[in-house]
């Protein structure tokens, strides 16, 4: 019985590493209504994350990793929902702190997920690559599975693209919680629920 339930948990857990988010359909051009500015000499990238999501600490890492494989041919932004109803500064996490600590990145408060909305992002660590020209070449995810670092297709991909080195993915699976779902493993308690 004791190794059914372990292999039963083993399973489960194999399950839940292993099944993506919800994709996004971004805008195949840079949306106008952005207020994000992109850079017209080279690639823009956005990604958005749940600023209390565990799974976007491994996305974050690997965009290090991709900030520094992409030699200034990128420019960065890592959209921090915030819904509303919630304390000033709710949304600087240790994931706000290791964002801005890549270089070349900028942490932006995304209010009610205006900018995620945009972008059409539903899953923490979605992200989104446009060329200098505003299209869209890249959308997905940047980790294996959840909560995972290390070679991926889409980190591989987007380095790829941005040094323009050859061939690449266009799309890859999301790992992470869900970016608006209240009762998503991201789903805040209570108490901490802090109304202005």
């Not at 059914?4 to 106008?32: F, M, S």
């Not at 959209?79 to 890549?102: H, R």
């Not at 608006?180 to 308690?189: A, H, L, M, R």
Request: proline fraction near 6%; hydrophobic fraction near 40%; charge should be neutral.
């Amino acid at each position: 019985m004791w190794l059914l339930l372990v292999c039963a948990g083993l399973a489960w857990l194999l399950r839940y590493e292993n099944a993506p988010g919800a994709a996004a359909a971004p805008p195949t051009e840079w949306p106008r209504a952005s207020h994000l500015l992109p850079s017209a000499e080279h690639a823009t990238l956005v990604m958005s994350v749940h600023p209390k999501c565990p799974c976007t600490r491994a996305s974050l890492g690997e965009l290090a990793a991709i900030m520094a494989h992409s030699q200034g041919h990128v420019t960065t932004f890592v959209l921090f929902v915030k819904p509303a109803g919630f304390a000033d500064d709710w949304e600087k996490t240790d994931l706000w702190k290791s964002a801005t600590e890549i270089p070349g990145v900028t942490a932006v408060v995304d209010n009610l997920g205006r900018e995620a909305t945009l972008f059409q992002s539903q899953t923490s660590g979605q992200t989104m690559l446009y060329n200098a020209r505003g299209h869209l070449m890249f959308r997905g995810g940047i980790t294996a599975s959840r909560g995972h670092s290390g070679d991926n297709a889409g980190r591989s991909s987007i380095i790829s693209i941005v040094n323009a080195e050859g061939s690449y993915q266009s799309s890859t699976p999301v790992f992470g919680c869900p970016l608006f779902d209240p009762e998503s493993t991201c789903k805040i308690s209570g108490n901490e629920k802090n109304a202005r």
